[in-house]
């Protein structure tokens, strides 16, 4: 009989040392980051799940890319390995390096924003989300109706919802829409896929009311092994060919390439259209750097071109899929309310249902953030409404759903680190009714999540 376990689908070569803490030290470092995970040192931490954005282990072949990077201020060989690569997978002729995924954003959507345009989104990630309302526009969600249930299973929960999007398009009139951003994975919506059919519609959509259509790709691979194993027509299509016909149906892509192209730092634009390419070019220029590297290095040129290979093979991709789901099944089991089904870099716990005394305004995720920082040295981040909640006139408007999510570093933690994970929850479910909520009490005006400091109730 075949072995039905999984393993990771490399051996290590180098090593770096995390170091355990105690409980006591941990609440005291807690404590001077005022119980807000990104002001923490990364040595007090023991299990990073943060994010899985530019948190990769690169691959021999990467670093041997990294020597062989062309540091020439124009025309530099990196930069026609990494076009090259990019051009192939996405097919857009005109390929803007920069030194991430944000940088891109701010150059596309401050040249196509400003007040009165609009945005739509399955959802738009918190970079994306502000800098569209940086320019003065305005973003709207449109995620499909699956997605409000956490619990419930569909398969495709990342999928935009047509119908809204085009009643937003009707009522704010489709000379004013800025783009449709479809962001594969959506990753604010619980790193659930995309399918193909729905990839379709909004090229139709779109289409039909002559709108720009961008992907947001920078999970793009990960997308595809879901399409892969969930829409029948992809059984037989290699991972790439996916990702590849995906490209296909919309104007252009963002890349963050600290997600799927495997790297530490690095993103790109990608544009089917000249003008507007040009356009985006000079502010390239500006704010990034000369449009053979923008924002990168030589050698971050190359390990992207390479990382952008690695990342479709089978066998990383399955490992990469099924230990996300691991994780997130087990913990399932053990009665913690998750986003179901498990998406691809994270997995979503649903803190609203888990701390179902703690209020809104008294942000449940972040307190299940702290407590699984606190009890196991873990650091996730709080998806819910200290990101994306609002207190004006009329009061607090809380996020659709209080959430911590635990994304999961490529190629970096084993299974033994998983198990750990796993052990500790059985302690906060054990505390659970403990647990008490926070209030904040500085912030800044955009992006507050970063920054903001936390007092416990
Ligand atoms: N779009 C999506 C869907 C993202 O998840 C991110 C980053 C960006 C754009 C911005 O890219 O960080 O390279 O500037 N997500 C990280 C995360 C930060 O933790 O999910 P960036």
């Not at 604010?188 to 729905?198: D, L, R």
């Not at 209030?439 to 109730?457: N, Q, T």
């Amino acid at each position: 009989m075949p072995a039905k376990t999984i393993i990771e689908p490399f051996r290590i070569k180098m090593v770096e040392p995390i170091h355990a803490t105690t409980e006591v030290e941990r609440k005291e470092y807690i404590r001077k980051a005022h119980y807000n995970l990104f002001l923490l040192n990364s040595d007090e931490v023991l299990i990073d799940f943060l994010t899985d954005s530019g948190t990769s282990a690169m691959s021999a072949e990467q670093w041997a890319g990294m020597m062989r990077g062309d540091e020439s201020y124009a025309g530099a060989r990196s930069w026609h390995r990494m076009r090259e690569e990019i051009h192939d997978l996405t097919g857009y002729p005109h390929i803007l390096p920069t030194h991430q995924g944000r940088a891109a954003e701010r150059i596309l959507y401050g040249y196509l924003g400003g007040s009165g345009k609009v945005f739509i989104s399955n959802t738009h990630f918190d970079t994306t989300r502000a800098n569209i309302e940086f320019t003065g526009a305005t973003a709207i969600d449109c995620p499909h109706p699956s997605n409000a249930d956490s619990a419930k299973y569909y398969p495709f929960k990342g999928d935009l919802d047509i119908e809204a999007a085009e009643k937003v398009i009707r009522e704010y009139g489709s000379e004013n829409v800025g783009a449709l951003i479809l962001t594969v994975t959506n990753n604010s919506g619980g790193g659930q896929p995309v399918s193909m059919h729905n990839a379709r519609a909004v090229r139709d959509l779109c289409k039909k009311y002559g709108i720009r259509f961008i992907l947001d790709a920078c999970r793009i691979a990960e997308n595809a092994y879901f399409i892969h194993e969930r829409e029948e027509e992809f059984a037989e299509h290699d991972f790439r060919e996916i990702a590849m016909e995906m490209f296909r149906l919309a104007d252009g892509c963002i890349m963050s390439a600290k997600k799927d192209a495997l790297v530490n730092i690095g993103g790109f634009l990608a544009l089917k259209d000249k003008t507007l390419a040009e356009a985006c070019q000079n502010l390239l220029i500006i704010t990034e750097g000369f449009t053979t590297y923008g924002g990168l290095s030589g050698r971050d040129m190359e390990a992207i071109a390479q990382g952008l290979k690695e990342v479709f093979r089978a066998d990383y991709l399955k490992y990469r899929i099924r230990s996300t789901t691991y994780l997130g099944e087990k913990l399932k089991d053990k009665g913690v309310p998750v986003i179901w089904p498990i998406g691809g870099h994270a997995v979503y716990l649903d803190a609203g249902k888990f701390y179902s005394h703690i209020p809104p305004e008294q942000f449940p995720g972040q307190a299940l953030a702290v407590e699984l920082y606190i009890k196991g040295g873990i650091r996730g981040v709080e998806i819910g409404s200290v990101m994306f909640g609002k207190t004006d006139e009329q009061g607090f408007h809380p996020a659709p759903k209080e959430l911590v999510r635990l994304a999961i570093p490529r190629r970096v933690y084993t299974q033994s680190h998983i198990d750990y994970v796993i052990e500790i929850m059985d302690d906060i479910i054990a505390e659970k009714e403990k647990a008490r909520g926070y209030r904040i009490v500085k912030e800044p005006p955009f992006l507050r999540h970063f920054s903001a400091h936390f007092e416990p109730l």
